[in-house]
DNA sequence: ATTTGTTTTGACAAAAATAGTCAAATTAAT
DNA sequence: ATTAATTTGACTATTTTTGTCAAAACAAAT
């Protein structure tokens, strides 16, 4: 169950790099990414992108991690999450589709 | 695969209702409810709770209709939409006992 | 085809949420 | 204890979302 904060905490520490270190090379604050670290705020996608890039590592599997934290956030106190998620299963593939359609 | 619009605006013609009678009940803009209605503007989920009070309908599966909306629409554009909200069910059921245990 | 009634659109303002900056406080390591 | 790294929090800036309103577009009917 890896957030991307712990991915991109793993990562750094793997490489021996500290927080400063990191901000300078991707031109963000090393408070923010101390808080992203720890799930404490969220990275827009082209940080995500800057953050895979970086470090190496899939973009597509480190965006689903981002997004998937932030869907899981916004549905935590919810009653019916699989209900729900399956909904929005059908609804985006079938979006999906009819833009592809036109 | 009903929309949270497709819902509300149905109910509204099958009871015999104007916007503006809509909006005065509710209290909200019928330029508001025109958008909800075409999906054009996300509802919060107090008014989504009104709508539900108001055209008696089950709030839960009113809600469900309303954050699946939103979640198809933040991951349309993306690879893995499968994967993404499986991982993110897991993510959230993970949360939900952590909290429930504290 | 003009009047009357309804819905939709768009420009704008208000409010809320999110993001960035920085220094001080805290924590960790030596 | 000193030095170095991380975390916190207050503050500002920016972006996104929401609400308001009037005019435009559309529809129905006479």
């Known amino acids: 169950m890896e957030t991307f904060g712990d991915i991109i905490k793993t990562e750094r520490e793997s490489k021996g790099l500290l927080l400063r270190q990191v901000a300078s090379a991707l031109e963000i604050d090393q ?3 101390s808080k992203f670290e720890r799930g404490e705020r969220k ?3 082209e940080q ?3 953050f895979a890039e970086f ?6 599997k480190l965006i689903t991690s981002w997004l998937s934290d932030q ?3 916004t549905i935590l ?3 019916n999450i699989g209900e729900v998620l399956k909904v929005a299963e ?3 593939l079938y979006l999906k589709t009819i833009h592809n359609g036109k």
Chains 1, 2 share one sequence.
């Open 90 to 92: 059908e609804k985006a």
């Open 31 to 33: 408070a923010i990414i």
């Open 48 to 50: 995500v992108e800057k």
């Open 71 to 73: 869907i899981a956030n």
């Open 43 to 45: 990275p827009t996608k």
């Open 55 to 60: 470090y190496d590592l899939d973009k597509n």
């Open 77 to 79: 106190y919810e009653e």
